[in-house]
């Protein structure tokens, strides 16, 4: 039931990408959202002991994705490839704000968390919370997980889980969302566009 | 009879040279630019991936089977593929490389995965494992961290 809800809402999320992409090919290469629309809240604790809140981020390009820290092909990838496109970015990639929620609040603590991306960027923000309370962010933002126990190890399991990224404008309004393996030079292009156009 | 006896050597070294060439063409798999994503050991439960192109130049079909490595506790050869708008990842028993073909392990498909990594992989650094082909058997590689 859950995994058909999500795969519902991947599904009209991207009817609405695909129509919004149409319009406004030019500008994004990835999927974008026209109009745009604001980004829902989130309450989470920070890997910088504060609170998570993505009103806290207004006037920076928030790059805000899921995964956890024992995945080793798809998160590492994600977050490899946005520190380099802050790295690429140059000056402007001061303002690109990089939010990574876990989807495995059991095993990743804050202090793992901050640990684990500051192996990719240091600036970089983590998010965690209670189940209930990371079950809502994802909720808002349609990301759906499965977890999964590895056979023969009764301690290890998995989260499969959605590796899209979504680009916030400076305004708070989400406007773009990028599929897991686009390539670094196009995440540049995406980031740009909203870095030097502020709504 | 030291000229036969030296011919006759030569003979059996040119054989031996011409047979060991067909049989390292036919079974030779080459691991083309094998490289680590960067990780940290995260006190030994930190994870991470290695990736190449498995290159089959012979006649016959081969497969990795597996992977070797004390970079990590344990190293599997697994597969991410994208289901219910999700990644999701799983083991495979063997990555088949056709003969004249080359397989890609790639950030979001195949990936060797080390698991509960020994110690931090840093940029600049090298990782050596083991990968076990069915035919080929066991082949030593050298991989970047990147």
């Not at chain 1, 058909?4 to 030019?26: D, I, N, T």
């Not at chain 1, 590492?76 to 929620?101: C, H, M, S, W």
């Not at chain 2, 190449?52 to 344990?74: M, Q, T, Y």
Request: proline share 5%; net charge positive; charged share 20%.
């Amino acid at each position: 039931m859950l995994s058909y809800r999500g795969l519902r809402r991947s599904l009209v999320l991207l009817a609405v990408l695909l129509c919004a992409g149409f319009a406004q090919g030019e500008e994004l290469r990835s999927g974008s959202f026209k109009p745009a629309r604001a980004a829902p809240e989130v309450g989470l604790r920070a890997t910088d002991g504060s609170d998570l809140q993505i009103a806290r981020y207004r006037g920076k390009v928030i790059a805000l994705s899921f995964g956890y820290t024992y995945c080793p092909d798809v998160c590492p990838t994600t977050l490899f490839n946005l520190a380099q496109t802050r790295e690429k970015l140059g000056a402007l990639g001061k303002d690109l704000q990089v939010v990574y929620i876990t989807v495995d609040p059991e095993r990743d603590s804050l202090e793992r968390l901050k640990k684990y991306l500051g192996g990719f960027d240091p600036t970089f923000i983590g998010g965690s919370g209670t189940p209930e309370q990371l079950a809502a962010a994802r909720k808002a933002y349609g990301i759906t997980i499965s977890r999964e126990n590895v056979p023969g190890n009764p301690t290890a399991y998995w989260v499969h889980h959605s590796a899209f990224v979504y680009l916030i404008d400076r305004a708070g309004n989400i406007r773009a969302l990028l599929p897991f393996g686009i390539t670094i030079d196009d995440m540049v292009h995406d980031a740009r566009v909203l870095l030097e156009n502020p709504s | 009879m030291t000229r036969r006896s030296s011919l006759r050597a030569f003979a059996w070294v040119a054989l031996l040279v011409v047979a060991g060439g067909a049989a390292a063409a036919d079974a030779t798999i080459r691991i083309d630019g094998a490289w680590a994503r960067r990780a940290l050991m995260l006190d030994g439960s930190g994870t991470g991936a290695v990736y190449a192109a498995l290159v089959n130049p012979g006649g016959a079909a081969d497969a990795l089977l597996a992977a070797e490595s004390d970079i990590a506790k344990s190293v599997e050869v697994h597969e991410t593929f994208q289901d219910q708008g999700m990644a999701k990842m799983r083991p495979v028993k063997r990555i088949d490389v056709p003969p004249g073909k080359t397989v890609e392990l790639k950030p979001g498909g195949y990936h060797i995965m080390l698991i509960g990594l020994t110690r931090d992989l840093k940029p600049g650094e090298t990782v050596q494992l083991t990968l076990v082909f069915q035919h080929a058997g066991k082949i030593p590689v050298t991989a970047q961290v990147k």
